[in-house]
Structure formats: structure tokens, C-alpha cells
């Protein structure tokens, strides 16, 4: 079916206003952090004299090689653990269908439909209980927990697609079940895998509101969280805290700028399959 070049006009029209009401937030954010301390910018305006040493004096304050550090090694505990437990779960429910895999398929997609606001309160409690409220843990195992639903859905998708045959030949040359799964189908699995990671990676990065309720030491939180603390210290210098927001959605921009390819291909696929 061939487009019509006013319909393609009209596509790219709101393709450049979408794109304008995305940038433009973060033009002002940039242009604002940028002003003399203190002050109270309007617009878009550039300022005569920009005060790059904002942003070194936000580093300072928010202690973002901190942020830094604390972010990253939530990423490292809970994107890892995630891909391991859904890879498993997904292989024995797509591709081994072991008894009750329907059954434990519905509790799993049940399970995408839990909001993290809902249960936050009783994960307050939870967590104070058995004593890990205020540690990096409070974050990390709650995270792994409520990604379950998303990621074993995603690799059962691959999995349920993958031919019977490849395993039936397997077996008949003698491998057993972990050596069909890590030798045969976590190779295959690659694309599925490192899909998921990336979106894992981004949204575990992202966390703002496990992070801020669960954790009141702003340096043990991801750096998403901890804006929140420094939104509430630097309420009053609303340049500082621009460079500060700037500084603390750098990393997230500059891997969507890296991963873009790899990124929109995980969306697709996860729409595609299943």
C-alpha cells in the first residue's frame, strides 16, 4: 500500500512536535542550571555570563560519584540475578513445559499487573522486620522480585519458540536437562537475554520510588532516588538544582544514546513474540 505524500507530511509533522516536546524540558533544564545562584530564570533564555561551575559545585553537594557507585552496584546485583532466574523459569515453562507451567504462567502475568505502589506499604514493614529497611537490599530484593513477571514472560517467549527438535537431538546424544539448557539454549537465547538486560538495566536505574521510600541514606539509593533528597535540600536555588537533575539524568541519556539500536530492537521483539 503505497503512503501519500500528505499523509507522510502529517506523519513527520507530529513525528518533529513530539520530538520538540521532549527536548524542549531539557533545553530549559540546561539552560536554567546555567544562570547565577540564586536566581529565578524564566524561559529559555541563555544567560549572558553561564555559570559552568554549577555543575561542578551540583557534583560537589549531591555527591554524585557516590550516586555513582551506589547505582551501578544495583545494577550489578539485581540485572544479573533477574536474567538468571527468568532464564531458568522461562526455559521449564516455554520449552520444558513442566507440570502446572500453565498454571504458573497466569500467577506470572497476574504478577504484571501489580503496581509497585501497591504494595510498597507492606514492603515497608516487611523490610523492617527482618532488618534490611535502609540498605541497598531493601532495593535490590524487592526489584528482583517485581521484575519476575516481566522477564520470565519475556523469556518464555523465546523459549516457546524455539524447535522441539533442537533438544530431542541433544538428548539423543546424551545431554541432560542443565546441559540442554546452559550449552545448547542459552547461546541460542543470546539476543533474548541481552534485550531484557538492557531493559532491566535502564528501569533498575531509573527506580525513584523503592529507592526514596525504602532507603533514607540518599547515598545507598540509585540516582533517581536520590534526587528526590537533593530536590528537597536545594529546593530554594533552583539553578543548583538543574545542574544537579542534569547530572543525575546524564548517565540514562548517554546510554539511550549508545543502546538506541539495541534498545528500540528489545521493545519490537517483546511485541513481536509470544
Not at 534485550?195 to 531509573?206: C, D, Y
Request: proline share 6%; hydrophobic share 55%.
Amino acid at each position: 500500500m503505497r503512503v501519500g505524500r500528505a499523509e507522510l507530511l502529517t506523519g513527520r509533522a507530529i513525528l518533529v512536535l513530539l520530538m520538540a516536546f521532549t527536548i524542549v524540558p531539557f533545553v530549559s533544564l540546561l539552560t536554567t542550571a546555567l544562570h547565577p545562584s540564586q536566581s529565578v530564570p524564566t524561559g529559555l533564555d541563555w544567560p549572558a555570563d553561564p555559570q559552568w561551575g554549577n555543575f561542578a559545585e551540583a557534583f560537589r553537594v549531591a555527591k554524585i560519584d557516590k550516586l555513582l557507585a551506589s547505582s551501578v552496584q544495583i545494577v550489578l546485583e539485581v540485572v544479573p540475578i533477574s536474567l538468571a532466574i527468568a532464564a531458568m523459569a522461562g526455559f521449564a515453562i516455554g520449552h520444558l513445559r513442566v507440570p502446572g507451567s500453565r498454571a504458573l504462567m497466569l500467577l506470572f502475568i497476574f504478577g504484571l499487573a501489580l503496581p509497585f505502589e501497591g504494595i510498597i506499604t507492606p514492603l515497608y514493614y516487611l523490610e523492617r522486620s527482618i532488618g534490611v529497611y535502609n540498605t541497598r537490599l531493601a532495593i535490590v530484593l524487592p526489584l528482583i522480585g517485581l521484575y519476575m513477571p516481566f522477564a520470565v514472560f519475556w523469556m518464555r517467549a523465546h523459549f516457546v519458540s524455539v524447535p522441539r527438535e533442537i533438544s530431542e537431538a541433544a538428548r539423543a546424544d546424551g545431554a541432560g536437562t542443565w546441559d540442554l539448557f546452559w550449552r545448547i539454549h542459552v547461546p541460542l537465547a543470546r539476543p533474548a537475554v541481552v534485550s531484557l538486560g538492557i531493559l532491566l538495566t535502564v528501569w533498575t536505574w531509573n527506580q525513584f520510588l523503592l529507592a526514596l521510600v525504602l532507603v533514607e541514606d540518599p547515598t545507598q539509593r540509585t540516582m533517581a532516588g536520590a534526587l528526590g533528597a537533593f530536590q528537597g535540600q536545594w529546593a530554594t536555588d533552583i539553578p543548583l538544582l538543574c545542574a544537579g537533575s542534569v547530572l543525575i539524568l546524564l548517565p540514562t541519556l548517554i546510554v539511550f544514546v549508545i543502546f538506541s539500536r539495541q534498545i528500540t530492537s528489545a521493545l519490537l521483539q517483546g511485541s513481536v513474540k509470544g
